[in-house]
């Protein structure tokens, strides 16, 4: 039921794929884990969740996870405890 409400929602255009921002995060995970992932052990999820905070343009970033807030910082995000 949800993915044809999905694909309804897709064919009459209240959604929109935005596939430039979706490449974007995902070239910058890429280089976010290259540059940081050894010395922060960050997992895909942390620099998944990271790379889509600073693609959207993201100044703060909200976390509990020790790894993820080491690499948003490293990107120059300002981290908030919950």
Do not use: C, I, N
Not at 37 to 43: E, P
């Amino acid at each position: 039921m949800a993915a044809a409400d999905f694909e309804s929602d897709l064919a009459e255009g209240r959604l929109q794929l935005v596939d430039a921002l979706w490449r974007r995060m995902l070239d910058l995970a890429a280089d976010l884990s290259q540059e940081h992932t050894a010395k922060l052990g960050t997992r895909t999820l942390d620099v998944l969740h990271v790379a889509s905070a600073v693609a959207l343009g993201a100044q703060r970033f909200v976390t509990y996870d020790t790894r993820q807030a080491a690499l948003a910082k490293a990107v120059a995000l300002r981290v908030l405890a919950p």
